[in-house]
């Protein structure tokens, strides 16, 4: 039973992951700020290269994840506990379920739920269909399962499977280094755990930055859409200085609760507001749309998860593929400990299950209903919503709204979840920042809390001025070309662990069923923020 030993109390004083990592990050503020263009080619040369040379890396390790899980979870370890073989799961399955789901779900879905399907209408991927016609429509949600399904929810699963069994089988700390150990072994308590722990928060720090320039750029697209308020760096700033203050106020009072609640309604909101598109949008076109899109994205999965720029599309790759699966490895870190903290007591099939196949089915609903509208009004030549995209991707999902009935009330609850979904999820990932450069306690300090939070705007504030979208992709895909090595290493590490069960594995096991009240200790309750209240 040694693998169950509780782990030593581990410091709250920031170590040299901080200090490393804060530089790092201070630095390429303050580039982005004296010298903004020499970020800007710096960021677009090595965007070139690392595309060019390692861009088959991404979509080989993605396919390998889900591969790695499906195996898993057919697999005899597909019986094993996340913890002790006697811990349940803390939540019923349909809390759990939701609670997945909303770990991710957020700005990007505003941001390009309709701007990315109405974009590769007017554009086709890889030239496989004709420009804004039946077969372009389908092409276009293909591609759009492909960037928010099932690849990037392997990734979050990779981890977050990683981590539950690091922290609640072996005791571990809630470090990305010690998800190492199996294969570094006492190594990852020197520079090379260091090292990788600094990797994990930069690949973090950045792919959060990025969440903030994308929704301030959303915001000020709705803003402009309702009160004609100018679409420029000024505004966009201003509101990065708002939802800064706000999610580390978030951070620092310990309102977690109250965050949760409002992350709950503003689900709520969310679930309303497509319901309401898809009674009043084209109801049976979407219906067809669907399930024609969903057959051709999983018949052709594989196929489509090998494509790459040897044909010469690199810019289509740079702009939608590669920076998406770099944008969901730059999420790992935080979607990992989230995932893990939710999970405690599943089995391994049980998390693999929920965390594939759930969201994906809510993701491409969610970009059927709204970019299917888009479509079908384009297509139909009531809209130019394809134009307006064009011209502003921001600007697409309040367009669409305007082709709808009460388009101000809609606009309002959109402009609503994107600041509530913005403060929880960026309240959350300062929390693991916080974490990793800690030492992996579970209650940082607030200073340090106090820094990130400050970093983190700071960072998306000279990020916009260096180039605004376009330098948010690049930043997103170098930090994480690093970090996509120490994945692939964490899986094989995960592996090995697994295997290193002996006998008693695929031993029967009882049906999972939600702990009792008395079954949690405080230091067992889930939620990541619970150690901050």
């Not at 591969?67 to 073989?85: I, P, Q």
């Not at 779900?105 to 004709?130: F, K, Q, R, T």
């Not at 981590?163 to 990305?176: D, E, I, N």
């Not at 008693?504 to 209240?533: D, H, I, K, W, Y």
Request: hydrophobic share 55%; proline share 5%; with cysteine.
């Amino acid at each position: 039973m040694s693998d169950f030993l509780t782990v030593p109390p581990v410091r709250r004083r920031p170590g040299p992951v901080l200090y490393v990592s804060l530089t790092l990050a201070l630095a390429i503020v303050v580039w982005g700020a004296v010298a903004s263009d020499s970020l800007a080619v710096a960021g677009a040369t090595a965007l070139d290269g690392i595309t060019r040379g390692l861009g088959w890396a991404y979509l080989a390790a993605s396919l390998g994840f889900l591969v790695f899980l499906l195996v898993l979870a057919c697999s005899r370890y597909g019986r094993l506990r996340l913890g002790k073989d006697d811990d349940r799961p803390a939540f019923r399955r349909v809390t759990w379920y939701a609670m997945i789901v909303s770990a991710v779900m957020g700005i990007g879905l505003v941001s390009y739920g309709v701007a990315e399907p109405i974009s590769h209408l007017a554009a086709p991927p890889h030239g496989l269909a004709a420009p804004m016609t039946s077969g372009a429509a389908v092409t276009a949600m293909q591609f759009s399962f492909f960037d928010w399904g099932l690849h990037a929810w392997g990734i979050f699963a990779v981890v977050g499977l990683a981590m539950a069994w690091s922290m609640f089988r072996r005791g571990r700390p809630g470090l990305v280094s010690a998800l190492l150990r199996p294969l570094l072994g006492r190594r990852v308590e020197g520079a090379a755990g260091k090292g990788v722990d600094v990797f994990a928060v930069i690949a973090t720090l950045f792919g959060t930055t990025t969440s903030l320039g994308l929704g301030a750029l959303q915001i000020n697209g709705g803003l402009t859409s309702l009160f004609g308020i100018p679409n420029s760096l000024p505004v966009q700033f201003a509101i990065i200085v708002v939802i800064t203050l706000l999610f580390t106020a978030s951070a620092l009072t310990g309102v977690a609760k109250g965050i949760r609640y409002l992350s709950e309604a503003s689900m709520g909101l969310g679930g309303a507001l497509f319901v309401f598109v898809l009674i009043v949008g084209p109801t049976i076109y979407l219906a067809n749309l669907y399930v024609e899109s969903v057959g051709r994205y999983l018949s052709e999965l594989v196929a489509t998860s090998l494509i790459t720029p040897a044909s010469g599309d690199l810019g289509f790759m740079q702009n939608w593929t590669y920076f998406m699966l770099a944008w969901w490895l730059s999420w790992a870190a935080f979607v990992g400990v989230f995932l893990a903290r939710i999970s405690r007591g599943r089995t391994v099939r049980e998390f693999v299950t929920g965390v594939l196949l759930v969201p994906t089915v809510v993701f491409t609903a969610w970009f059927t209903a709204f970019g299917g509208t888009a479509i079908n009004r384009d297509m139909g030549g009531e809209t130019a919503i394809g134009a307006a995209a064009a011209e502003d991707t921001n600007a697409a999902f309040f367009a669409t709204l305007d082709s709808l009935p009460l388009t101000a009330i809609t606009s309002i609850v959109t402009i609503l979840l994107v600041i509530v979904f913005f403060v929880s999820g960026a309240d959350a990932n300062t929390y693991v920042l916080g974490m990793l450069t800690s030492h992996g306690t579970e209650q940082p300090s607030r200073r340090v809390l106090a820094l990130w939070g400050a970093v983190t705007g700071a960072a998306a504030i000279a990020l916009l001025a260096a180039g605004g979208l376009e330098s948010l992709q690049q930043m997103v895909i170098v930090s994480s070309a690093p970090f996509l090595v120490i994945v692939v290493a964490v899986a094989v590490a995960f592996a090995k662990d697994l295997m290193s069960e002996g006998p008693q594995v695929g031993a029967p096991v009882s049906p999972s069923r939600p702990a009792t009240p008395v079954e949690l200790s405080g230091s067992e309750l889930p939620e990541v923020a619970t150690s901050r209240e």
